[in-house]
């Protein structure tokens, strides 16, 4: 009887059901956490999607989502299909119907958390937008891990193998980690560790030999510039995954790589760029190849360290309302500046090469980047499962959109065969950089020309 009910109060708010199995009357109705998630994740979709959402085409794609997922777990039966409503609550409650419907059908072969799930993941399908997805709360958590990064054991040294001795190189240490605390620098060798060689380790091996319990203890032998040092014990400390690496290249070119746009990493772009300053940077090579982007307000940050003011990007909502964000007066003083991209420079990444290529304080350098002119905002969900829905677009200072098209660099270099990143003699798209550099650096330590009818020497 509460099963009638709950029909006749859909048909009297517009919602007409074409057809219902019998058996599905005495199916339970949904816990109140899937009905508000089901809800919820309607609701945004139909209010922030950035274009026009039609009802119907959401409650048909539920019902295709459905429907295959069944097939998908061998199990027969037809769910009902519904008109959709003027009123958003009589939608919600035939996408409701629907689970339990299919539910029905399944009986305990699938739990119902598991079709609500499917069911949202439906309602998200329905704008075919690839970045319009339900996020499972696995899924919500690695993308916080991936943006904001984790927190493990160890020393805080970034390692690569070194192809000419097959040692572990340092190709960058933590701030104020152990590792930097004890002065291990970046481009040291780690020839030992424990007193064993790791000539020929592989990076996992070394990883978990550095790594560790909080407190534990570990010995390392460095060798810099040819010379074995005395073994060095770190004792391990928790260690916060960082997203900006950085180095000094010849000539006193710094050089930053941005591996993603989290939360922490304008701050630590901020403590990167005022350690080359303090070690006489003249110029800087930002490296954005490969980065997939990350946060919006992450972008701007970056962005304001280079350009000292005017707009970084507007976003552009289903409404037409533009927003305009503008640098934070945090830029550094003014020098050369190359950005690298390529083709996986994507979102965040391509605000902050737009920024710089409108507003001219750098050069971009690369290949094509990638091409998402899309913002997507994240609805957490009550399980710790969440939506992920484009609620905007976005175009540079100049008024470029570059969804579908990317950026085209001021200067196009292909990406050379088996690149090793960040070495010069084995990465064309930085030695390009580093010329560029160079001739930047070149122009302004000239002379100033004379002036017409004046000579040169001394006057008295």
Known sequence: ???????????????????????AASTPTLSPTNSSEIAASYDDLTAQFYKKVDPQVVLNSVHATLQAYLKHEHLKGSIPTFHAAKLASAN??????????????????????????????GIMNSVHDRWTVFL????????NQGL?????????IVIQEDPVTKYIAVSNVVPNAPADKAGIEQDDLIIAIDGVSTK????????????????????????????????????????????????MLPGNIGYVALSVFGKDTASELTTALDRLQQRGARAYIMDLRNNGGGYLE???GVSSKFITSGPIVSVESRASNITTLEANDTAI?????????NRFTASASEITSGAIQDSGVGTIIGEKTFGKGVVQTIYPLGDGSAVKITTARYLTPLNRNINHRGIIPDIIVPENKKPLIGDPSRDAQLARAIQ?????????????????GQASGSHF
């Open 200 to 247: 020929g380790w592989s990076i996992d091996r070394a990883s978990a030999h550095l790594r560790g319990k909080e407190g534990t203890r570990v010995t390392v032998t460095i060798e810099r510039d040819g010379k074995k040092l005395a073994p060095i014990t770190l004792t391990r400390a928790k260690i916060h995954q960082i997203s900006v690496f950085s180095k």
């Open 136 to 143: 499972s709360p696995k899924d919500y958590a690695e993308l």
């Open 436 to 452: 560029v550099i160079n001739e930047k650096l070149a122009t302004l330590n000239a002379p100033a020309p004379l002036a017409a």
């Open 92 to 121: 919600v409650h035939a996408i409701e119907l629907s689970v339990e419907d299919a539910q029905h059908i399944a009986g305990k072969k699938i739990s119902h958390r598991d079709m609500t799930y499917a069911a949202i993941a």
């Open 1 to 23: 009887m509460k099963r009638l009910s709950a029909l006749l109060i859909a048909g009297v708010l517009g919602a007409a059901l074409l057809h219902l199995p019998l058996a």
């Open 148 to 156: 904001d990064g984790s927190d493990f054991g160890g020393t805080g």
């Open 298 to 300: 992450a972008a701007v």
């Open 333 to 341: 003083p003014p020098a050369p500046l190359v950005v690298l991209v």
